[in-house]
């Protein structure tokens, strides 16, 4: 299945599968996909309080937003990791600064206030 289209249908799956070195994502956007499936269900299932058991239309509408954050947040993780791996001027992964020999360590100033 296409990246974006299982991003959509499933994002924490999409993550999972293709998000790479951000697979910690996972969960947190799981987290949120699973709240618009419970809101999705619940608003189906109807309003309890009345006789006609009709479907609360915002709470399927909460839901399906919720959905669509899920699904953009899931996208904007999987675009991210293609672009870092692409190993472009602009990518984060090539550019990692060490630290080098000749500098001092940052904590020694900290440890000699003691």
Known sequence: MHKRLLAIVAP??????????????A???????????VGIGIGLQGDLNSDGREV????????????AIAAAWAQ???????????????????HTVYLSGDEPDP????????
């Open 27 to 37: 969960a947190p956007i799981g987290t949120v996909w699973m709240s618009a499936l």
């Open 76 to 94: 904007l993780v999987i675009s991210g990791v293609d672009d870092d791996s692409a190993h472009e001027p602009d990518s984060t992964f090539d």
């Open 12 to 25: 924490p799956i999409a993550i999972a599968r293709h998000g790479g070195h951000a697979a910690w994502c």
């Open 56 to 67: 609360m239309t915002w709470v399927v509408a909460l839901g399906v937003a919720i959905w």
């Open 107 to 114: 904590l020694e100033q900290i440890r000699g206030m003691r």
